[in-house]
C-alpha cells in the first residue's frame, strides 16, 4: 500500500516560518499531483498548494506569497515553506498524492495523518 507521512509541525509564533515535508512510500509507479490542505478548528479543509510532477505549482489566493510548495520526483517528496505565519494559518495540515501504483492503473488519491501547526503568541 501507499502511506504519506508529513512532519514539520509546530507551534510558533506570528511572524515565524515552518517547513513541512511528506514522504510517500510504498508501492508507487509514479505520482502526479501532490498537494498540501489545511483544516483549521470548525472548518472545512481547503486547498493550500498543489504542485505537478513537472513541477507546476498553483496556491490558494489567501496566502499572499508566504508559502511556498516544492516536490522531489526521485524521492516522492512534498514540502511546504511557510513564512510570516499568522493566528489564521493554524490547522491541521494534510499531504495529498495521486499515485499510480502499477503502470496502466487508475491515479489515486491518498492522504497523510496529518500535521499540527499553531500559530499563537
Known amino acids: 500500500q501507499v502511506q504519506l507521512v508529513e512532519s514539520g509541525g509546530a507551534s510558533v509564533q506570528p511572524g515565524g516560518s515552518l517547513r513541512l515535508s511528506c514522504a510517500a512510500t510504498?508501492?508507487?509507479?509514479?505520482?502526479?499531483?501532490m498537494a498540501w490542505y489545511r483544516q483549521a478548528p470548525g472548518k472545512e479543509r481547503e486547498l493550500v498548494a498543489l504542485i505537478t510532477r513537472d513541477l507546476s505549482t498553483m496556491y490558494a489566493d489567501s496566502l499572499k506569497g508566504r508559502f511556498t510548495v516544492s516536490r522531489d520526483n526521485a524521492k516522492n517528496t512534498v514540502s511546504l515553506q511557510m513564512t510570516r505565519l499568522e493566528p489564521e494559518d493554524t490547522a491541521v495540515y494534510y499531504c495529498n498524492a495521486g499515485v499510480r501504483i502499477t503502470n496502466g492503473d487508475p491515479v489515486r488519491a491518498f492522504w497523510g495523518q496529518g500535521t499540527e501547526v499553531t500559530v499563537s503568541s
Open positions: 510504498g508501492s508507487i509507479f509514479s505520482i502526479n499531483t
